[in-house]
C-alpha cells in the first residue's frame, strides 16, 4: 500500500480536539453579553412608555379623549387639549416630506446615474452631507433672519392674487408654516438623498448592463428599471425622513408661530407637539406637566404608527418592485 | 518586546499619580460656602450682578443663580435642591404649604411690561385701554382702524395687518399682562382668563415666540407687529414703545419714574404677595410686575440662614442701586423696611 498519511499519523496528536475551558467560558460569556445588551435596550424601551404612561396618567383620567379633540391650551382655565397640535404636526411634517423627498430623490439619481463625472459626484455628495450637520437652531435663526424675509414679498402677492386658493387664504405674518415647511425640507434632505443614493448605488451592475444592452434611453432605464428596483430603499428613506420631521423641534419652535390654531393656509401659524412641549415644559404646574406628558404619549404614538405603516409599505413593495 | 511594556506601564502609573496629586492640590486650601439658587428668567440680568457682586466681597462665600424659569425655581424649592429662588408670580397657598416651615416671600425687584411695535416711520403711537385690550382681544386686526387714528391725529397709518406677537412658553410675563387685561376688561377676565399660558384668539394674525428675546427678534423682524414683553428688553433693542392710557386716564411712558408711581400706591399684606393688576396714580405705568425672592423659613444650619439674611440685606441696600442702573425699578422705600422684618424669620 502507499504511504498513507493517516495512518501513519494514527495513534499521535490528532489535528482536531474539543474546545478548551477558555475557549468555551469566552464563547459563552459574549453570547451572555450580547443578551443582555438587547435586552437592556428592550428593557429602555418599556421603561420609556411606562414612565410616560404614568406621567400622563392623571391628565389621561382627568381629559380622556378630549385631550385629542380640544382646541385649546390654556393654564388659566386648566383646559388643555392638542388637536391644533396634532395637525400641525402631520401636515407640516407632510408637507416638508413631499417637498423634500421629490428634490431628496432627484439628488440622489443625479449623483449616482452617470450624469457627471464621478469625481464632481463625490464632491457634491460630501456637500449634501453637510447640510445634515447643521445643528437645528442655526436653522431656525437662518429661518428668522433670512428666509423669512425673503419669501415675504412672494407671499404677499400670493396672497393678494391667489386667496381664493386655501393654501393662500390668510396673510402672511412672518413664522407660520411656509418658513416652517422649507425649513423642515431643508433639513431632512440629507437624509433622503445619502439613503437614496446607497439604494441607487446597490443596483447589481447586471442590472444597468441588461437595461442599456436592450437600447433604453437613461430616462426609461431610470423610470422602468432603477427606481423600482431600489424602491424599497426610497420608501426607507422617506420614512426615516418623515420620522425625523415628525420630531424636530427647536427650528420649528422658532418658525412656526406658535399659535394653536387649524387652517388649510401656508401663510397661517401653527404649532406642533414637539414645540408645545419644549416651550411649555419650563414653566409648567403640575396638571400641565400631566398633560404635557400626555402629548408626549400621543407623539410616540404617531411615530411608532408612522413607523410600522412604513415597514408594512416596504414589504409589499419589496417583492412586487424588486425581483432582484 | 517585554522591556518595552513595563516602561509603558511604568509611565502611566506615574501619570495617574501625579494627576491625582494636582487633583488635591489644586482645589485650594479655603473651604468655600456654596449657595444655590434657581428661578426666573426677568431678574438673572440683575440676580447674576447680586450674586457674584456679593461673592466677591464676602470671603468664603459662593453663590449661584441658574435662570430656568419661574414654575422650575418653585419646584426647585418645594424639593429643598436650591437656598433661594425667584419667581414672578409668587407662590400660590397650595405650593407654599408644601415646603416645611413656610416659605418668606420678599419683592426684590420689579419691572414693566411694555407694548413694543414695529411700525416704519412712527416713533410715537398711544393706545387706549379699550384700544389696546381689543387688539389682544382680536377685534382690531388693521393699523388703519379708525379707533387708533382717532388717538392719535395727524399720523398716517398703513393699511397693514396688526400681527399680534405673544408668548409661546408659560411666563410670569404673561401672568402679569393678562392679570391686568382681566382688570381692565372684564369681557378678557371672562374668556381668558389670568395664566401663565392663555389660549390667545385662534386667528391668523396671532402668532407666538418663545421667550422675551423672542418676542423681541420677531417683533423687529415682521413689520406691523405689537407685542408684549419686559421694559428692558424692548430699551436694549431700541424697539418703539406705545405710550399706554392708565387709570387716570393719561397716557404714560415706560421709565424708571412711571414705574416707581406705580408700586409707591400698592397695599402690601402680611405675606407680601400683591399683584398691582390695575395701579393707582396720575403717572402710574399701567402694567407692572413684580419678583419675589421666596426663602424657607427652616434651612438647614444656622450660618446658611446668616448668610441668606446677609444676602437678602446687600439686595435691600447696595443692590438697589446695581438694579436700577439695569432698567429694573427700585424698591419703595416703605417696602424696605417691612422686607427687613420678614427677612428675620429666616432661621
Not at chain 1, 186 to 198: E, F, H, K, N
Not at chain 2, 239 to 253: C, F, R
Request: net charge neutral; charged share 15%.
Amino acid at each position: 500500500m502507499p504511504h498513507n498519511i493517516f495512518q501513519s499519523n494514527a495513534g499521535k496528536e490528532s489535528l482536531t480536539r474539543p474546545p478548551t475551558m477558555l475557549e468555551r467560558f469566552s464563547d459563552n460569556g459574549f453570547r451572555l453579553a450580547a443578551l443582555v445588551a438587547v435586552s437592556a435596550i428592550l428593557m429602555l424601551v418599556v421603561y420609556i412608555f411606562a414612565e410616560m404612561g404614568t406621567g400622563a396618567w392623571p391628565a389621561m383620567e382627568r381629559f380622556g379623549f378630549s385631550f385629542i379633540t380640544g382646541e385649546t391650551w390654556s393654564s388659566a382655565t386648566k383646559t388643555y387639549g392638542i388637536l391644533p397640535e396634532i395637525w400641525g404636526t402631520l401636515y407640516s411634517s407632510i408637507l416638508a416630506l413631499i417637498i423634500g423627498g421629490v428634490f431628496g430623490v432627484s439628488i440622489a439619481i443625479f449623483l449616482t446615474q452617470g450624469f457627471l463625472k464621478p469625481a464632481i459626484a463625490t464632491a457634491l455628495r460630501n456637500l449634501i452631507e453637510l447640510l445634515a450637520a447643521i445643528p437645528s437652531v442655526v436653522y431656525g435663526l437662518w429661518g428668522i433672519y433670512v428666509l423669512i424675509p425673503a419669501i415675504r414679498p412672494a407671499a404677499e402677492t400670493l396672497h393678494q392674487h391667489f386667496s381664493w386658493i386655501p393654501l393662500f387664504s390668510t396673510s402672511f405674518s412672518g413664522p407660520g408654516l411656509a418658513p416652517a415647511v422649507i425649513v423642515l425640507a431643508v433639513m431632512i434632505l440629507p437624509t433622503v438623498a445619502a439613503i437614496s443614493m446607497d439604494a441607487l448605488r446597490r443596483i447589481p451592475e447586471k442590472t444597468h448592463e441588461a437595461v442599456y444592452g436592450m437600447g433604453a434611453t437613461r430616462f426609461e432605464a431610470i423610470s422602468r428599471v432603477m427606481l423600482p428596483t431600489a424602491s424599497s430603499g426610497i420608501l426607507a428613506a422617506l420614512v426615516l425622513a418623515f420620522g425625523r420631521a415628525l420630531g424636530e423641534t427647536m427650528a420649528l419652535a422658532m418658525l412656526i408661530g406658535s399659535a394653536n390654531q387649524i387652517s388649510l393656509s401656508l401663510f397661517a401659524p401653527a404649532n406642533t407637539l414637539a414645540s408645545l412641549m419644549a416651550s411649555s415644559f419650563p414653566e409648567a404646574d403640575k396638571l400641565e406637566i400631566h398633560s404635557l406628558m400626555y402629548a408626549a404619549v400621543v407623539l410616540l404614538v404617531i411615530t411608532f404608527v408612522v413607523n410600522m405603516l412604513g415597514l408594512w409599505i416596504q414589504q409589499a413593495t419589496k417583492r412586487k418592485f424588486e425581483g432582484v | 518586546m517585554k522591556n518595552t511594556t513595563k516602561n509603558t506601564l511604568k509611565n502611566i502609573a506615574c501619570s495617574i499619580v501625579s494627576a491625582a496629586a494636582l487633583a488635591t492640590f489644586s482645589t485650594g486650601a479655603v473651604a468655600t460656602e456654596k449657595m444655590v439658587g434657581s428661578g426666573s428668567s426677568f431678574i438673572y440680568p440683575v440676580m447674576s450682578a447680586w450674586t457674584k457682586d456679593f461673592s466677591r466681597s464676602h470671603d468664603g462665600v459662593q453663590i449661584d443663580y441658574q435662570s430656568k424659569g419661574s414654575g422650575a425655581g418653585v419646584r426647585d424649592l418645594i424639593s429643598g435642591v436650591v437656598n433661594f429662588s425667584v419667581s414672578d408670580a409668587a407662590m400660590n397657598a397650595e405650593e407654599a404649604a408644601q415646603v416645611k416651615g413656610g416659605v418668606v416671600f420678599l419683592p426684590v425687584t420689579a419691572g414693566e411690561i411694555v407694548l413694543s411695535y414695529n411700525l416704519k416711520g412712527i416713533d410715537s403711537l398711544k393706545l387706549s385701554r379699550e384700544v389696546y385690550s381689543d387688539i389682544f382681544k382680536g377685534n382690531i386686526t388693521r393699523w388703519n382702524d379708525a379707533s387708533i387714528a382717532v388717538l392719535n391725529p395727524g399720523v398716517t397709518f398703513p393699511d397693514r395687518q396688526i400681527t399680534v406677537v405673544n408668548r409661546a412658553d408659560s411666563s410670569g410675563t404673561t401672568y402679569a399682562f393678562t392679570n391686568h387685561l382681566s382688570a381692565i376688561d372684564p369681557v378678557w377676565a371672562d374668556q381668558y382668563g389670568t395664566g401663565k399660558s392663555v389660549q390667545w384668539p385662534q386667528q391668523a394674525n396671532f402668532i407666538a415666540a418663545p421667550r422675551n428675546d423672542g418676542v423681541a427678534a420677531t417683533i423687529m423682524q415682521t413689520p406691523g407687529a405689537i407685542g408684549y414683553m419686559e421694559y428692558s428688553y424692548a430699551a436694549y433693542t431700541r424697539q418703539p414703545m406705545a405710550k399706554l392710557e392708565n387709570a387716570s386716564g393719561n397716557y404714560v411712558t415706560a421709565s424708571a419714574t412711571s414705574g416707581a408711581a406705580a408700586l409707591a400706591n400698592v397695599q402690601w399684606p402680611e405675606n407680601l404677595i400683591a399683584f398691582a393688576a390695575d395701579p393707582q396714580g396720575a403717572d402710574a405705568w399701567p402694567i407692572t410686575t413684580f419678583t419675589w425672592m421666596m426663602v424657607a423659613k427652616q434651612n438647614p444650619s444656622p450660618q446658611t440662614a446668616k448668610l441668606l439674611r446677609e444676602f437678602v440685606n446687600y439686595i435691600l441696600t447696595d443692590g438697589q442701586v446695581t438694579a436700577e442702573k439695569m432698567g429694573y425699578i427700585p424698591v419703595p422705600a416703605n417696602l424696605k423696611a417691612r422686607m427687613k422684618q420678614a427677612a428675620e424669620h429666616i432661621q
